[in-house]
């Protein structure tokens, strides 16, 4: 039995029609693929983005405001973690790497972020360009940071419209770094010295005048050829050309250690623990009246589940809708019989079984299912990725939609029920009477 | 078109089709083809429902092979309905129709499909070609009724018969031929299985008088040479002029039977 004549005739001759019940299961196909394959891709573009926080510390507060700010640096307020509570993280045996985090500034909209070179390190594994900073008025951009190294620019308190009219902090920073791209919201930030958002906000600096002398002191003690020269000259000069020395070679003290003393609080602590062991207890030991320490990754998980509920509508929104356009579908076919209830008496007539006539009828319903949800497959791939480069341009955090077994799942499943539902023209096609049909009544 | 000797089948790819089907290469078959086997109808009567009257009473028919039977009368004698017991589409109320030694009344739907397929062939007023297929592939539909691929000489022989009936087969499509060229790639398909039985249902009713007339010609040429049983439902004297054997219908009822002058 080969009923492809005829079924390729019958496209042929509705086409028009035959397009519409394509695109319209095309349609319903791609509306759950798409959501499938974008909740997906945003799971695991947050997860990524999430993977180098294992640890937060931060004041007590919503876990997810913290999660917001520091991971995917959506500004809001939030308490001060203290001083003394978080330099303790710098020196606890548990830890592996800790880096304290200062939000606030932002320069076009672009987060400006206050921690340390270690920081930076840990979390693009280096520069792609130029060199860490080494003062206070210096940066280094995420990969997606539209400026270039030996740029300055002025950052402005708080974000948005506000920050950018009203509230600059009248200091002029120079990009110095790029880091490499993370494919996380950092892409499109600017880290620059903690010590820097605690000096324009008039805060300490997080270290003693004593780290400047020491380190002068152990200059002088090396005994270097340059200060034997100095001691050539008389007492006055010898002073004067010292100062003009210090002032040449005064280096500023960034990152760790800190003056445990007279630190200024922070938004948020990044730690890196040894162990998992370690993790759990950083965890308890700093869920206390003044910190909180959470796994990123429970607020994620809660937030999938909300994401998970919302998607869950979603999905069932889209098999509605699914069922709603097979029932159309359904209907113009059955409709469409009628008009082929002759055409099929006809082949009756010649001497075709009726299983000629259900193959065919079914066939024909199945191929513009099968055409229909593969295009619904692709489209809702599409759709996705579109999606997804919005998400990403917007977030900056890398999203890629695929097409997965759950999508394939869909579509197989759409498939499998409209091969289902292809039995019921045939089926009604296959029980007419011949000769009522050859008559035309 | 001359309706003489050219438009028998040549033999050997007569004999080759018939070898294909008796081997069930492309459709399968048991058949004899090579000669129309008598019909003999008894008692027949067709209605719907049990008190109504039947619309198509026949006590007594027979019909030698190779006849040309026409069958006239007004709209609704019930010359379709005859049609359509004679091929097995309908089933009578009571009594049988034998073609040879088959009772089509006994056979089941299935097995009356495959002697219909093996026996007849079709053709109807308004062609019922499949527009958007070319004309041999319009003649060979039937070959795609029971076998997947179609053999080499069916196509062979449907190429023939669309030559033979004067219709190229290098048409893009049926929808492109005028009416006449559309009934005779009807009648081609009609005669892909070299059918025993013709059954015309007024195949000159959509037709122009010269189209008319060459359709008439290539048919009745056809069952004439190769000693087929021709029944034709027409209103159309060309068609009925050609019969050798006429029944006249009136209300279910038959009026005439009568030897062609």
Redesign the interface.
């Known amino acids: ?6 079924v ?2 019958s496209l ?2 509705h086409w028009v029609m035959n397009i519409l019940f394509i695109a319209l299961i095309a349609v319903a196909v791609a509306i759950g693929v798409g959501i499938t394959a974008q909740e997906r891709a945003l799971r695991q573009g947050s997860a990524h983005a999430a993977d180098k926080f294992d640890i937060l510390v931060a004041a007590p507060g919503s876990h997810t405001d913290i999660v917001m700010n520091t991971i995917f640096l959506r500004p809001s307020a939030v308490n001060l973690l203290e001083g003394p509570i978080w330099s303790k993280l710098l020196d606890d045996d548990r830890v592996d790497f800790a880096a304290p985090l200062a939000f606030g500034d932002s320069w076009h909209d672009h987060s400006i972020i206050g921690s340390t070179a270690q920081f930076i390190d840990y979390l693009s594994g280096g520069l792609r360009d130029g060199a860490m900073f080494a003062d206070h008025e210096e940066a280094v951009i995420g990969a997606a940071v539209p400026l270039e190294i030996g740029d300055t620019f002025e950052p402005a308190h708080g974000h948005g419209f506000e920050a950018e009219e009203h509230h600059h902090h009248g200091v002029n920073i120079t990009v110095v770094g790029r880091m490499n791209a993370t494919g996380t919201p950092w892409d499109s930030a600017i880290i620059v010295p903690v010590e820097q958002v605690w000096e324009v906000h008039s805060l300490a600096s997080g270290h003693t005048e004593n780290d400047h002398d020491e380190e002068h002191e152990h200059e002088h003690a090396t005994g270097s050829p340059e200060h034997a020269d100095h001691d050539t000259h008389d007492d006055d000069a010898a002073h004067e050309h010292e100062h003009e020395h210090e002032h040449e070679h005064e280096t500023v003290k960034l990152g760790p250690p800190f003056d445990g003393l007279d630190l200024p609080g922070v938004p948020a602590m990044v730690v890196h623990p040894k162990s998992i062991a370690g993790a759990y207890g950083i965890r308890s030991s700093y869920r206390t009246d003044h910190s909180t320490a959470f796994f990123p990754a429970e607020v994620l998980v809660e937030m999938y589940q909300m994401l998970g509920n919302a998607g869950a509508v979603m999905r069932w929104m889209a098999l509605g809708t699914q069922a709603l356009v097979v029932a159309a579908i359904l209907a113009a076919v059955l409709a469409l019989m009628q008009i082929y209830r ?2 099929f008496a ?9 299983s ?1 006539i259900f193959g065919s009828i079914w066939l024909y319903v199945a191929i513009l299912v099968v055409f229909g949800a593969a295009i619904g497959l692709v489209l809702g791939w599409g759709v996705a990725q579109a999606v997804s480069q919005v998400f990403t341009a917007e977030t900056g955090m890398a999203m890629t939609a695929t097409i997965g077994k759950p999508e394939l799942g869909l579509a197989a499943g759409f498939v499998i029920i409209g091969f289902a539902l292809a039995l019921v023209p045939a089926f009604m096609l296959y029980r007419k009477p ?2 009522e049909a ?2 035309g009544s | 078109m001359s309706a003489s000797s050219d438009l028998s089948m040549p033999a050997s790819t007569s004999s080759e089709t018939a070898s294909a089907i008796k081997t069930g290469k492309g459709n399968s078959s048991d058949s004899d083809n090579s000669t129309s086997p008598p019909l003999a109808i008894n008692d027949l009567s067709l209605g719907f429902g049990k008190q109504a009257a039947p619309i198509l009473s026949l006590p007594h028919l027979g019909v030698a092979p190779g006849t040309l039977l026409g069958v006239a009368g007004p709209s609704g004698s019930g010359k379709s309905s005859l049609l359509y017991l004679l091929s097995g589409l309908l089933r009578p109320t009571k009594g049988s129709v034998h073609w040879g030694d088959t009772d089509l009344t006994s056979l089941s739907e299935g097995a009356c499909d495959t002697w219909r397929r093996q026996h007849v062939g079709f053709i109807f007023q308004d062609f019922h070609l499949i527009g958007e297929l070319p004309p041999l592939e319009n003649v060979l539909l039937p070959a795609g009724f029971h076998g997947w691929r179609i053999p080499a000489d069916l196509r062979a022989r449907a190429t023939t018969l669309l030559d033979l009936v004067g219709v190229p087969t290098n048409r893009g499509s049926v929808a492109d031929l005028s009416r006449g060229e559309q009934q005779r790639v009807a009648i081609a398909r009609a005669l892909l299985f070299d059918p025993p039985i013709l059954l015309a249902d007024e195949p000159t009713a959509s037709l122009d008088a010269v189209a008319a007339d060459n359709c008439a010609d290539i048919l009745f040429a056809y069952a004439r040479e190769n000693n087929r049983t021709l029944i034709v439902v027409s209103h159309d004297h060309t068609v009925i002029d050609r019969c050798t054997r006429l029944l006249q219908f009136e209300k279910g009822r038959l009026l005439t039977n009568a030897e062609a002058a």
């Open positions: 039995m080969n009923p492809f004549p005829i390729f005739a042929r001759r002759k055409q006809v082949l009756r007539a010649l001497g075709a079984p009726r000629y011949v000769v050859l008559r």
